[in-house]
């Protein structure tokens, strides 16, 4: 605006537009060109950041999956032919693949926050499954075993000397067998109920239920030897 237009109070006038012919159909055809320059170009932005954070997210899903793979056969013994996909889970993976990467991100979200869920769930039971079964059984037999040489250790100081004999073969041959089968019930009522049947290592705990009977006898044998 002008020193005289600003003196007057006039409005400039407007920028008319370029008579019709060809310069104006050129003016025309370049906005509708750069329109779709710009279009195409946000586009290719766009496609670019999703493939970005699809290969960003494929990587975390990728390393939370091994790291579950390793957890899944080092805590519970899942071989790892059970955890490979099957064929409708092969397919549906390539019905998603061959989509925009904007759905193949959205599928990887999704599994990202699936595996999410499953470490929640092994959280959750790997405290009452992480034990070997020799290790969990041991200790219900180890209790049971530890009542047995209390009470012979009781008996042996409370008995006279003549009847040592006696109670040593009830106690040898009758309260180790108790205590196996006390633990081999408890057992099943604390780990059973599942669809699998409860390994209860009857070796392992026939050897701790024997286990105070021969300490027991070396007790008395050193006592005896002493004396």
């Not at 159909?25 to 493939?51: F, G, I």
């Not at 959750?124 to 075993?145: D, S």
Request: net charge neutral.
């Amino acid at each position: 605006m002008t020193d005289q237009q600003q003196a007057t109070g006039a409005i400039p006038a407007q920028p008319t537009p370029p008579a019709p012919g060809p310069w104006a159909d050129y003016l025309a055809a370049a906005q509708r060109l750069d329109a779709v320059r710009r279009a195409a170009s946000a586009a290719a932005t766009e496609h670019q950041a999703a493939v970005t954070a699809a290969r960003q997210e494929l990587s975390v899903v990728r390393a939370r999956l091994a790291a579950q793979e390793a957890r899944l056969g080092r805590e519970l013994a899942v071989p790892p032919a059970e955890l490979m996909p099957q064929p409708v889970d092969r397919e549906v993976a390539a019905q998603t693949a061959s989509g925009s990467p904007a759905a193949a991100l959205t599928a990887l979200q999704q599994a990202r926050r699936t595996a999410e869920a499953g470490d929640a769930l092994l959280t959750e039971t790997a405290p009452a499954r992480r034990w070997r079964p020799w290790a969990r059984n041991l200790l219900i037999y180890g209790p049971f075993a530890a009542v047995v040489l209390i009470v012979q250790i009781v008996l042996y100081l409370v008995a006279s000397p003549g009847s040592v004999p006696t109670y040593a073969l009830l106690c040898g041959l009758s309260m180790p067998v108790l205590a196996f089968g006390l633990g081999w019930v408890t057992i099943g009522f604390v780990y059973g109920g599942g669809p699998e049947p409860v390994d209860r290592t009857p070796i392992v705990g026939a050897i701790a239920c024997l286990t105070p009977v021969l300490l027991t006898c070396m007790g008395v044998g050193l006592a005896s030897f002493f004396n």
